[in-house]
């Protein structure tokens, strides 16, 4: 599989993903064949790109940690409770036993998949942006939690956080959250009011346990004390909420927004670094440098010597040091082991 950037999408080429829509169904089919009338559509949709099937690239395989049927379903429950949320008519018992289910289920997909890095491409669209991005943060943080040998009812509480994180925002008038603008100090106050609402909201109407009320309340919060609402500090900031605060940063910056195009990936675990200790917790940064795909499989890279390839394989502990497929000789480079690509680095990510 190879990620293409859809300006590069051409008639024949061959989808090697599934396309599907916040509520879960499917836009077009994988192993479907592209047309004009197709990539006109998938351009439409404000995709930034999609993998496609080749000879060239056969080796590149992307590992899904989640089933791709769990994270359809997670992705239309957690549709449905926002919006019921939002229209003040909330189901308690039933909405949060189907919850409960799919976090299990996401928690066994990461448990079961230990070994598997870390490997998004963004395939969310703007309009649906609050539901791809709560469910990649509970997935992320979910992944986070279990390289920190957290207990298993302690990673479905975070998990659960991670899905409900920005509950809270259903009462906010939309104007405010989708401003492709600067908000003004009245707005940013009422923005900023948004994990005690979610806080106030799940603690009325259902029976998450304390520990997933304060991850929620909490997921603003900064190591140093510079965060909101309440500028908890360093440990006084429960753990579940400090992975909540890096996964939540890292999925909105390489996501798409209604004010920025996304970042590169490796730009974003950079910033992440550059505020370790500021922003974040150091050791749950630590983990992120261990375990992100920053050159996600099958993207294009340009290398300093102007050579070009796609990305095979990461390598744990090594994420700067992938293996490349180089396009033209088709041979394998491996950055982090052969002699020849010592002093050879990756400058440029097409995505
Ligand atoms: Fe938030």
Not at 280 to 301: H, L
Request: charged share 30%; proline share 3%.
């Amino acid at each position: 599989m190879r990620y293409l950037p859809i300006n590069q999408l051409k008639n024949d080429m061959v989808l090697g993903q599934e396309l599907y829509d916040a509520q879960g169904h499917m836009l077009l089919a994988k192993h479907t064949t592209l047309t004009e009338e197709n990539i006109a559509y998938i351009a439409f949709l404000g995709v930034p790109g999609v993998y496609i099937d080749d000879s060239f690239s056969e080796e590149a395989k992307v590992e899904e940690i989640i089933r791709p049927e769990v994270k359809k379903a997670a992705l239309r429950l957690i549709q449905d409770v926002f919006v019921h949320a939002a229209e003040d008519d909330v189901v308690g018992s039933a909405k949060e036993n189907a919850l409960r289910k799919y976090v299990n289920e996401i928690v066994d997909c990461v448990l079961d998949n230990e070994d598997v890095m870390y490997n998004l491409v963004a395939i969310k669209t703007y309009d649906d942006y609050t539901f791809f991005h709560s469910t990649n943060v509970a997935i992320l943080s979910g992944i986070i939690g279990a390289k920190l040998n957290m207990k298993r009812e302690a990673l479905d509480d975070l998990v659960m956080a991670g899905f409900l994180h920005d509950i809270g925002k259903v009462f906010i008038d939309p104007d405010i959250i989708n401003a492709p603008r600067k908000l003004t100090d009245e707005e940013r106050i009422q923005m900023m009011d948004h994990p005690r609402l979610g806080y106030d909201f799940l603690k009325d109407e259902y029976n998450f346990s304390e520990d997933v009320l304060e991850a929620v309340y909490q997921h603003h919060e900064w190591f140093n004390g510079d965060g909101y609402p309440r500028r908890l500090e360093g440990v006084n900031i429960s753990r579940m909420a400090r992975i909540l605060k890096v996964a939540d940063v890292y999925d909105a910056m390489t996501g798409r927004r209604s004010y920025h195009d996304p970042y590169l990936p490796s730009d974003v675990l950079e910033y992440i670094m550059g505020r370790s200790g500021m922003e974040f917790d150091p050791s749950i940064v630590q983990v992120m440098a261990m375990e992100m795909c920053v050159y996600p499989v099958g993207c294009e890279v340009g290398l300093s010597d102007g050579r070009r390839g796609i990305i095979l394989e990461n390598q744990r502990g090594f994420i700067m040091r992938p293996k490349i497929k180089l396009l033209g000789d088709e041979r394998v480079l491996d950055l982090a082991n052969d002699r020849e690509a010592w002093n050879l680095t990756i400058v440029k990510l097409l995505m």
